[in-house]
């Protein structure tokens, strides 16, 4: 455990005990946090995980995946996964998949595969379910890779899997995902994903055309839709998309996650100035969008940043960042992460359920994902970013920021994983 090295409200004082304040949701026993990957001390970022489980039986615990990105640069770097057997007693060394490798384009220009995780009940089969991007190496003197992203007409990112082979224990290279020339859809790598009753996989993700000129002018935004595909055990299938939802406002909409719940879909969707939440009644078909609010009516606060689902029985949960008092500054509002329950007639968010799943530790947290892992024990996993010139003076694992003395930018932070009990 971490020592936070500071006393915080709503009741609890260190980094890794329970956290117990009230009022709570009746459902939540308490939460608890430890680190899987140390970063702080080991001068490195992991960034943006995506968590997966095989299920287990009553013999075997579930098998856990997580996928980190090792952060080398803004929002980018290497992508490692590990896992473990034991329900976090142990971890694996984090894994380079070699099938996961770049390739090599002109001018210096890759095209690099970005995955989440997935597992298909009907087949049984374990996927690394993602979508290309591009970045290009700058040079410079540093004496290593100095890579940002690379954008261009000329060139799309691919819908793109890579299946876990149990016999290798490695995953297969990656594959893309057939698409009409004519469709320029793309997905969401680490959003929430949805398996229909007929083993379809509902992906939310991206429209960027073409657009039905009888509808007037295209908008300068892309649209946020759900894929509709399947999975036949070798390949990944585009059958259909549903409703486009479009803000043109700022950069647009961005990073959806959808859930099942109750016999409707929910979908949450990230903006530059506000959090959308939206429902429909098959997974493709969605109502229009509402921004997120309280349940009293004000605004939820998150903005710039991704929110997840979390559900357990008979209650939906948000976990996601706000504007508040504890933010102590930290980049977008990052941190601390919170939970509350959701009216799911409403879509509103209720207040008084609020609580802290990681307390603020002066590193943006707004990166993370979310598992069911056994009927007992739900798991938040987020990476730290901390980016800065550091002096590596510390009190506890605080670290204290001296641009005067050292003259070069470094990214730093844990991968941290909360467990979340359940009564």
Partial sequence: MIGLGMTMPFGFTNFGETFNFSPSPQEIDRIENEVILHGRRNNQAWFEPAVGVIPGNHQEDPQVFVRATLLTGNDIGPQFYLMTNDLGKTWSNPILCQNWYKVPLENNVFEEPWFGFFYHTLTKKFIAIGHTHFVRDGGGTTGQKNESHYRSPELKGRVVFSLWNPEKADFEPWERM??????DLGIYYNGQFHEKEDGTILIPGYYRGPWDSRKGKAP??????????KYDGKNLQ??????I?????????AEPSVIHFKNRYFMTIRHDLRSYVTSGVDGLQFDELKPWLFDDGEDLGNYNTQQK?????????????????????????????????VDTDTLRVRRNTERIVFPEKEARMGNFNIANVTKEESWVITGEWLQGKFDHSHKGDRFWIDSSSINYIQYIGDLLLARVFWK
């Fill in 178 to 183: 057939k698409l009409s020339e004519e469709l």
């Fill in 238 to 243: 585009y059958i259909e998309h549903g409703s």
């Fill in 309 to 341: 689902w979390l559900k357990h029985n008979d209650t939906l949960y948000l976990v996601y960042n706000r504007k508040s008092e504890l933010n102590n500054g930290v980049f977008r509002s990052r941190a601390p992460l919170f939970m509350a329950e």
């Fill in 245 to 253: 939802h479009v803000i043109e406002e700022a950069r647009g909409l």
């Fill in 220 to 229: 300068t935004t892309r649209g946020i839709t759900v894929l509709r595909c």
